[in-house]
């Protein structure tokens, strides 16, 4: 997908956006009806009984222009709850009648269709939907037929993600002019089905200044010369491992080693835990003094640190690490418990990245986790900004944001990943690209692809999202890395390498 086309913009450049084009003399609701048509045509050959449900405002428009470009090879009817309301809507209206359609107020009245085209509520819904609404869209929703979504599903926030009050889960949605971030976060991934970007060809001067971008995976900088040896992809240290909880630093540690890092250390609070059998290339043992670490070191700090007096000395200790650094799990909860450390982490001279699911988020931000949820971009953005952070947010559309606020918004992954021991494996991930020169926005950025898409690649073989167990991710992510490599092979050998 080119840059341009995984640009995310907000709602108000949105609107400036659509008013310059206006203004430019572009009629955008006729591109998008024609370039609907046509995608219809492709997707869904004539002959078909096709049934548009058309809002009163410019998502409506749209539909009405699209059902009037289909009147000749379908058989389309037209369900119109509400008169147009907008100038654009109204005319679409009238061009409409005028070529020989017909509309409908009552949807039980229509006849059975093959295919329903959703233009009831676009990118301007942000409110929730009344009783009256909700009916019908359960109605809509207990039609026997594929549905396709124009822009966004009707419910659907574009730009939270959140269902309001009820939206209508579609097989494919028509994004126009833009992706939208809630058609991929939150509840998005549930409702939008396939999405499709119909740009609507606008000239490139109109196009307004991203303020995110969909997640692109760039792994080259990886590929690896035959004149190497295991410094040669730097070291990384993993504390944590408490009592009880050990496997969550071995497990972190396993990622490492998988993803590249030549060295891996894991430093146990327990000093039990002295051997890895499983995988005897982990060194372990305990931390001792943090001024040992070395200043080119990768320090992962959290994976079943526990929250103990020790497990508080140690963090504060390593966040004046001068190397890259990255907090996940209970290194977040005892952040989110002491505002001098967050200072510490504030002063860093080099940004940290840290890693936190819904509740630790909510934690940090003294908020719930369905504050959080209920808006998981801004979540990430003022996690970023008060931390001064590289921020990571787990969960269905995982977002990444660094203290400027541009975020990038991961599509891949499923519910296969939401199981014990996943977020180990991607902070060991992470650290293990840093390890490897990485910066840390590429390096968080990939491994959340890597990751997510090994979770598609388990939903695809193993026919459903149940079973995948932690471990069990790191061959899946091994084989993604290498295979995105391999295609580089050539180019190494035959070009003087960027080194």
């Known amino acids: 997908m080119p840059a341009n086309e995984r640009a995310l913009i907000d709602a108000t450049a949105l609107r400036q956006w659509e008013q310059q084009a206006a203004q430019a003399g572009l009629d955008l609701m006729a591109r998008a009806g024609a370039a609907i048509a046509h995608w219809l045509r492709l997707h869904y050959p004539p002959p078909r009984r096709l049934l548009f449900a058309a809002g009163s405002g410019n998502n409506g428009g749209d539909a009405l222009i699209a059902a009037r470009l289909l009147l000749s090879d379908y058989a389309v009817s037209v369900w119109q709850p509400q008169p147009p309301a907008t100038a654009a809507a109204q005319a679409a209206e009238q061009q409409y009648l005028a070529a020989g359609g017909r509309l409908d107020s009552t949807l039980s009245a229509l006849p059975p269709a093959e295919l329903l085209i959703d233009g009831l509520f676009g990118a301007g819904l942000n409110r929730p939907l009344d009783a009256g609404w909700q009916a019908q869209i359960a109605a809509l929703d207990a039609l026997p037929c594929p549905r396709v979504a124009l822009d966004v599903p009707s419910g659907l926030d574009a730009w939270r993600g959140c269902v309001q009050g009820a939206a209508l889960p579609v097989d494919h949605t028509l994004a126009l002019l833009c992706h939208k971030p809630g058609l991929f976060t939150a509840d998005g991934r549930d409702y939008s089905g396939r999405v499709e970007l119909l740009t609507l060809d606008c000239p490139p001067a109109l196009v307004p200044a991203a303020q995110g971008e969909l997640l692109a995976a760039n792994l080259a900088p990886l590929r690896r010369r035959h004149n190497s040896n295991k410094g040669s992809f730097g070291s990384v240290s993993i504390i944590g491992g408490c009592a009880g909880?050990?496997?969550?630093?071995?497990?972190?540690?396993?990622?490492?080693?998988?993803?590249?890092?030549?060295?891996?250390?894991?430093?146990?609070?327990?000093?039990?835990?002295?051997?890895?059998?499983?995988?005897?290339?982990?060194?372990?043992?305990?931390?001792?003094?943090?001024?040992?670490?070395?200043?080119?070191?990768?320090?992962?700090?959290?994976?079943?640190?526990?929250?103990?007096?020790?497990?508080?000395?140690?963090?504060?200790?390593?966040?004046?690490?001068?190397?890259?650094?990255?907090?996940?799990?209970?290194?977040?909860?005892?952040?989110?418990?002491?505002?001098?450390?967050?200072?510490?982490?504030?002063?860093?001279?080099?940004?940290?990245?840290?890693?936190?699911?819904?509740?630790?988020?909510a934690r940090l931000l003294a908020c719930s986790t369905t504050t959080v949820q209920q808006d998981r971009l801004a979540a990430v953005r003022r996690l970023a900004a008060k931390l001064g952070v590289i921020a990571v947010l787990k969960g269905a559309g995982s977002l990444l944001c660094g203290p400027d606020g541009y975020y990038r918004l991961c599509t891949a992954g499923n519910a296969a990943l939401a199981s014990a021991g996943q977020g180990d494996i991607l902070s060991g991930s992470i650290a293990a690209l840093l390890a490897q020169g990485q910066d840390e926005t590429s390096a968080a950025?990939?491994?959340?692809?890597?990751?997510?898409?090994?979770?598609?690649?388990?939903?695809?073989?193993?026919?459903?999202?149940?079973?995948?167990?932690?471990?069990?991710?790191?061959?899946?992510?091994?084989?993604?890395?290498?295979?995105?490599?391999?295609?580089?092979?050539?180019?190494?050998?035959?070009?003087?390498?960027?080194?």
């Open 245 to 361: 909880m050990g496997g969550a630093a071995l497990l972190a540690g396993r990622a490492a080693l998988a993803l590249g890092a030549g060295k891996v250390r894991i430093h146990s609070l327990d000093a039990r835990l002295s051997l890895d059998p499983l995988w005897p290339e982990l060194m372990i043992a305990p931390l001792g003094n943090t001024s040992s670490l070395a200043a080119d070191e990768v320090v992962a700090i959290g994976p079943g640190l526990g929250q103990s007096p020790q497990a508080h000395r140690i963090l504060a200790s390593v966040l004046a690490h001068p190397g890259a650094l990255l907090l996940d799990a209970d290194a977040l909860n005892l952040l989110a418990g002491d505002p001098a450390l967050q200072q510490q982490l504030r002063q860093r001279p080099r940004p940290a990245v840290i890693t936190p699911h819904p509740a630790e988020a």
């Open 445 to 499: 950025g990939n491994a959340v692809w890597l990751h997510a898409s090994a979770g598609d690649r388990y939903l695809a073989d193993a026919g459903g999202p149940i079973g995948l167990r932690a471990s069990s991710t790191l061959p899946l992510m091994q084989q993604l890395l290498n295979r995105q490599l391999t295609g580089s092979i050539h180019d190494l050998h035959h070009r003087k390498p960027p080194f």
